[in-house]
């Protein structure tokens, strides 16, 4: 047991690459839209049964508190990167907190949020994988996958168990929010050289949008963070998920 945990946090990289659409990634890829199709497919059953409704949410916190916690750990107290690589300024790390807090309180606002960039980012980091260089088994490995379930399969609870619909509140929270967000990320990005939230140079298009200026890329991608509120908006509009008063 101890050579295992030894092994599972380990620090030195091994120079691992994920092999991104072989057998392992489409059957990881396809467990998570199942489990999702079986929220979807039963959610007026957990809705109804107040057990099962209490035992799945409860799951979500542990699992949601297990993977940010063993998450800051490891880079925290093993590799010494908490600046650099621990702090939660990503979408889906947001969405981690988000979906925590409003499992916990029950919080309209932040179940919006996690909505918002939970569902698209738990999507995209499954599609676009992107894991630490560290071969199984290791805590970075399981926690890549645990992190984007959990904010796929929190903000399908929200949306399709709890039925939870927008408004023009939560709107101007979600505005407020990720402005906030972005300047203070940038702040943080500037003074250490980060890149957190990718405001700093894009992971895509990167030959063509390095030519930019920083303070013009930075003004580009606050653009499109604030657009994907407005889309998603419309998204909810044509599904009929907007509050009518």
């Not at 050289?193 to 140079?201: I, M, P, V």
């Amino acid at each position: 047991m101890k050579d295992f945990i030894e092994v599972f946090f380990r620090k030195k990289e091994d120079g691992f690459v994920f092999n991104s659409y072989g057998s392992l990634h489409l059957f990881l890829f396809s467990f998570m839209i199942f489990m999702g199709f079986l929220m979807y497919r039963y959610r007026k059953n957990i809705r109804e049964n107040k057990k099962i409704y209490k035992i799945l949410r409860n799951s979500f916190i542990f699992l949601l508190a297990f993977q940010q916690l063993s998450f800051l750990f490891f880079l925290s107290f093993i590799r010494h990167d908490t600046i650099s690589e621990a702090l939660p300024l990503y979408t889906c790390r947001v969405s981690i907190y988000s979906g925590f807090f409003a499992l916990l309180f029950n919080n309209k606002n932040l179940k919006i949020l996690t909505i918002f960039w939970g569902l698209i980012g738990g999507l995209i980091g499954m599609i676009y994988p992107d894991l630490s260089p560290y071969s199984w088994p290791h805590i970075m490995y399981v926690n890549f996958f645990l992190t984007h379930y959990l904010v796929f399969w929190v903000s399908l609870f929200f949306l399709v168990v709890d039925g939870v619909r927008l408004n023009r509140g939560n709107l101007k929270f979600l505005f407020i929010f990720v402005n906030i967000f972005l300047i203070i990320t940038e702040l943080i990005n500037l003074k250490f050289g980060l890149n957190y939230a990718y405001l700093s140079y894009s992971p895509i298009f990167t030959d063509l949008l390095k030519k930019l200026p920083g303070y013009l890329y930075f003004i580009l991608a606050g653009i499109l963070y604030n657009f994907s509120i407005i889309l998603n908006y419309y998204i909810f509009k044509k599904l009929n998920l907007i509050e009518v008063k």
